[in-house]
């Protein structure tokens, strides 16, 4: 559920700064907010998504999961 939710982080920010700063949206910004909510919707209903099983999932299998998530932001930062 987070990556449906930082797709629309963009269209939420203009919509909402154009509230707060009393400033009107353009053709352009609204276009380009459905067209990325509908995408987001057709990306969803295409998915699918469920519930997954971790009960398959060993424990060192998290530990390296883990392990190269750790070294791909220990990557980002420096």
Partial sequence: ???PLLALELPAALIFSGFFFGSRLGRREWGTSAVMAVGLAGLLITLGPSGG???SITWWEWVIGC???LLLVEAGIL
Avoid: D, L, R
């Fill in 53 to 55: 099983n971790t009960s």
């Fill in 67 to 69: 392990g190269a998530n």
């Fill in 1 to 3: 559920m987070v990556q």
